[in-house]
């Protein structure tokens, strides 16, 4: 096979010679697109190194051309012999055409809907037509089907295959309360906000009290959270929350043992070492350096095994065993995954120890789960008590007036060596590739994310139940979610190991299945979805999430006339930001906007090395974004003349302006960092980085570097006058 380079010119797409090659026909077969237009607008081409490569991560060998050509027959007969595929959507209300490929003219059909009632009603299929020996029939379904998974079973006597259909809402609907009028919340790493009661590290205790005082005090409906997904069972822990061991569970170092009912009801003698211990990392909750995770956790921990181990009263107990019951062999992966962390090691540290050598048929897991029984159970209570207080504090939200209350952050992905990966491999494409992005104006070396990819054609075969699954248990605790690089759903940048960032190419997902699943679970919990597109993503996918009513982000420091991605371009009006979008001064990539304003991130980039030209230059783009904000700001009367000309002077008053400018937005939603309420400055997250900041560790303090309180949060003038802005 010849061997290319990444191509860099003014042309836009693959030349017809470049399209008949055979590798470039296996991938696009597989759905490798084999160039794309980065940020810049650069046409760009993937190099046969890194198609063979992700060929190889989905099962495909291309290590040669008779290799290619094998592959490329076997795909073509594949599809003409598929009865039907794996996997269906149909959205009410739009045509969607199935292809049957029988060798009857009357192939049996079956619909179990979800319910386990028969829906095959439901279904119709066209008369026949040929294509050689086979017969293709069209399979439609009405529009009065119910939404739900059902499942499709179709016969032409000598076969007999199943297909998933996710039957969806075209649309998500917008909630009654978000249609009568524009909503606003908060952002907040909830990690970050502690109390007398916490144990070093913001908790779900602290969230309940941060939703309430939101809302009461406030007048924010909603609150966006950091993920909260699973993490390491014991320390060190991993401080990313965009890095967890698995989507399925939740983080359960937020726990607040004091909230949990069998603590509330032991006696002084139970509750003396409980108390003790809460003693030994209390200093922590004021302190406002980098927040030691691990010395809390190693405590917090201590102290949940003392409550587990004063056991339940029968009614508790039976709600812990439905709770179990419910999670299924979920649950069972995740306890024993945690256990085996536990008594044989982290994963991460043996490459060739008990994660990559044992899976779930391993005879040793099963002595594991016999041997360690009381653990395996305690691993199982936590995820239990976790689940109860992010409950709690959700209904909490809802019951104090907020329109949506908790939204939930979705990570984009989960870690190499997590339960997920380790008990369904098959989920996954493993061992030779990692998602991340391509460079983009804001991380000029790209990001390696160092997570594996879902293997989409596991996930088509499968009916995309695991991502089902994930969101479903997100919705039952969240009034609206945020996907994190939305863009996840239509594709994802895979690297090829050694290669960096640059490097990748981009792999297609059905997006149009997780769309479906958004869907039918945002409208049975009545509420809403949001995804991340920001950086480099094409137009039709903000197109196509719009139409299925899942909203945009709109960020002030991005938002420029023509969406220029040139720093010192003139910003776009906010009339012109769309309305199906979640609409906010800055993000959490990026430095409180008092920071911004003040050029931590050039600063903090050039101490790291992370600039990709000299600070001169980027320092000079710094200075032409912020001139043409404050622009912005003074031709629209948001701010006075003086205020820009000294800006140290005003940080204040600019972040409120920009703030304000924000309310003139269409935006459905709009949010409000609590960060730019109590006027912090540094950074909550570096991309690009991992030791080399405390990124996820900065605890929340105001303008002087003093710790806020949950408690106080909400009383802080300067909190509350940015409040009143939202309010207006």
């Known amino acids: 096979m010849p061997e290319t380079t990444p191509t860099e010119t003014t042309q836009r797409t693959e030349s017809p010679e470049r399209l008949a090659r055979p590798l470039i026909r296996l991938a696009n077969d597989w759905g490798i697109a084999t160039s794309y237009i980065d940020q810049l607008g650069t046409y760009v081409e993937i190099e046969d190194e890194v198609l063979v490569t992700v060929l190889k991560a989905l099962g495909i060998d291309a290590s040669s051309d008779e290799a290619i050509e094998a592959a490329l027959e076997a795909h073509a007969r594949a599809r003409a012999d598929q009865l039907v595929q794996p996997t269906i959507v149909k959205f009410l209300g739009t045509d969607s055409r199935i292809p049957l490929r029988t060798h009857t003219d009357t192939p049996g059909l079956h619909i179990t809907l979800e319910d386990g009632t028969d829906g095959t009603e439901f279904a119709m299929v066209s008369p026949a037509a040929k294509d050689g020996d086979v017969v293709v029939h069209d399979l439609t379904f009405r529009d009065d089907m119910p939404i739900g998974y059902h499942t499709l079973t179709v016969s032409d006597g000598a076969r007999t295959a199943s297909a998933r259909v996710l039957c969806a809402p075209a649309r998500i609907p917008v909630p009654q309360s978000v249609q009568d009028r524009q909503r606003w919340g908060w952002m907040a790493q909830m990690y970050s906000v502690r109390s007398p009661e916490s144990w070093g590290v913001g908790d779900y205790g602290d969230l309940r009290r941060l939703a309430v005082d939101a809302a009461t005090k406030s007048g924010a409906d909603f609150m966006l959270i950091n993920p909260i997904h699973a993490t390491a069972p014991v320390t060190p822990l991993e401080p990313s929350p965009y890095l967890p061991e698995s989507r399925r569970f939740l983080n359960v170092t937020y726990i607040r043992p004091q909230d949990i009912p069998e603590f509330q009801e032991a006696s002084d003698v139970q509750r003396a070492p409980i108390e003790q211990l809460h003693d030994t990392v209390a200093p922590l909750n004021t302190d406002p350096e980098p927040m030691d995770i691990d010395a809390a956790w190693d405590a917090k921990r201590k102290a949940l095994r003392l409550i587990f181990e004063m056991g339940r009263p029968p009614e508790r107990q039976a709600q812990f065993d439905a709770f179990r019951a419910e999670a299924g062999d979920d649950l069972r992966a995740f306890a024993l995954w945690s256990v085996a962390f536990q008594v044989w090691g982290a994963p991460w540290e043996d490459g060739d120890g008990w994660f990559a050598n044992y899976d779930r048929t391993s005879p040793e897991v099963a002595a594991l789960e016999r041997d360690h029984a009381d653990l395996y159970e305690f691993e199982c209570w936590l995820q239990w008590i976790a689940a109860q207080q992010v409950s709690e504090a959700q209904q909490a939200a809802k019951d104090a007036g907020m329109a949506l209350g908790l939204m939930q952050d979705m990570a984009v992905g989960v870690h190499t060596y997590g339960s997920d990966v380790w008990w369904s491999p098959e989920r996954f494409a493993v061992g030779t590739v990692t998602v991340g992005c391509p460079p983009d104006f804001y991380n000029?070396?790209?990001?390696?994310?160092?997570?594996?990819?879902?293997?989409?054609?596991?996930?088509?075969?499968?009916?995309?139940?695991?991502?089902?699954?994930?969101?479903?248990?997100?919705?039952?605790?969240?009034?609206?979610?945020?996907?994190?690089?939305?863009?996840?759903?239509?594709?994802?940048?895979?690297?090829?190991?050694?290669?960096?960032?640059?490097?990748?190419?981009?792999?297609?997902?059905?997006?149009?299945?997780?769309?479906?699943?958004?869907?039918?679970?945002?409208?049975?919990?009545?509420?809403?979805?949001?995804?991340?597109?920001?950086?480099?993503?094409?137009?039709?996918?903000?197109?196509?999430?719009?139409?299925?009513?899942?909203?945009?982000?709109?960020?002030?420091?991005?938002?420029?006339?023509?969406?220029?991605?040139?720093?010192?371009?003139?910003?776009?009006?906010?009339?012109?930001?769309?309305?199906?979008?979640?609409?906010?001064?800055?993000?959490?990539?990026?430095?409180?906007?008092?920071?911004?304003?003040?050029?931590?991130?050039?600063?903090?980039?050039?101490?790291?090395?992370?600039?990709g030209e000299p600070v001169e230059s980027f320092q000079r783009s710094a200075d032409a974004e912020r001139q043409a904000m404050l622009d912005l700001l003074v031709s629209g009367g948001w701010l006075p003349q003086e205020a820009a000309d000294d800006v140290d002077g005003h940080i204040q008053e600019i972040v409120e302006a920009m703030h304000a400018m924000l309310k003139d937005a269409p935006s459905l939603l709009l949010q409000a960092a609590l960060v730019d309420g109590t006027g912090e400055c540094r950074s909550q997250n570096q991309p690009g980085t991992s030791t080399e900041y405390p990124n996820w560790r900065i605890p929340l303090t105001d303008e002087h570097g003093k710790v806020v309180p949950t408690g106080e949060v909400f009383d802080l003038p300067r909190v509350m006058s940015l409040s009143k802005i939202m309010n207006r």
């Open 444 to 611: 000029q070396h790209g990001q390696d994310w160092g997570q594996p990819p879902f293997n989409p054609v596991y996930m088509n075969a499968t009916g995309y139940e695991v991502y089902r699954d994930m969101v479903h248990n997100m919705f039952t605790r969240a009034g609206a979610i945020r996907i994190d690089h939305v863009l996840g759903m239509f594709r994802l940048w895979w690297i090829p190991q050694g290669k960096g960032a640059r490097g990748g190419a981009y792999v297609r997902y059905d997006h149009e299945a997780m769309l479906a699943i958004l869907s039918i679970e945002a409208t049975r919990a009545d509420g809403m979805v949001i995804g991340e597109d920001l950086g480099t993503v094409p137009d039709y996918v903000r197109q196509v999430l719009a139409d299925h009513g899942v909203l945009g982000t709109t960020v002030e420091w991005f938002a420029r006339v023509d969406d220029s991605p040139n720093a010192g371009d003139p910003y776009a009006s906010p009339e012109t930001y769309r309305k199906y979008s979640l609409a906010s001064v800055t993000t959490h990539d990026l430095p409180p906007t008092a920071g911004y304003l003040k050029f931590e991130h050039v600063k903090l980039r050039e101490e790291l090395g992370l600039l």
